[in-house]
């Protein structure tokens, strides 16, 4: 199974799927919104732990991350990276490749 995720400063979209045949055959499409409330600590927590019931849940191998370079000011761009960051530990530490 590969996970595909779009990291926007407020949410994560993100669609699990396999490859049968060179066709992508989608398992689930959803987003996670990322909740204001928190202090940065608490989101990147709420994220970890959620992608990684999505890890364990659908046995992920592969996962892409992307984000839209237009996120990147000044004040976004340190919350996105560590996102970005915390995805990245928690694919490495599941055992997940990382596809760019």
Excluded: W
């Amino acid at each position: 199974m590969i996970i595909d995720i779009d990291v926007f400063i407020d949410k994560l979209e993100f669609s699990i799927f396999s490859i049968e045949n060179q066709y992508k055959k989608y398992i689930l499409k959803d987003k996670i919104i990322i909740p204001i409330s928190f202090d940065v600590g608490n989101r990147l927590s709420y994220l970890r732990k959620f992608i990684s019931i999505l890890l364990r849940q659908h046995k992920i191998e592969m996962a892409y991350l992307h984000t839209n370079d237009n996120l990147y000011t000044e004040d976004l761009s340190i919350d996105i990276i560590k996102i970005i960051g915390v995805m990245e530990e928690l694919f490495s530490s599941c055992g997940v490749e990382l596809c760019k």
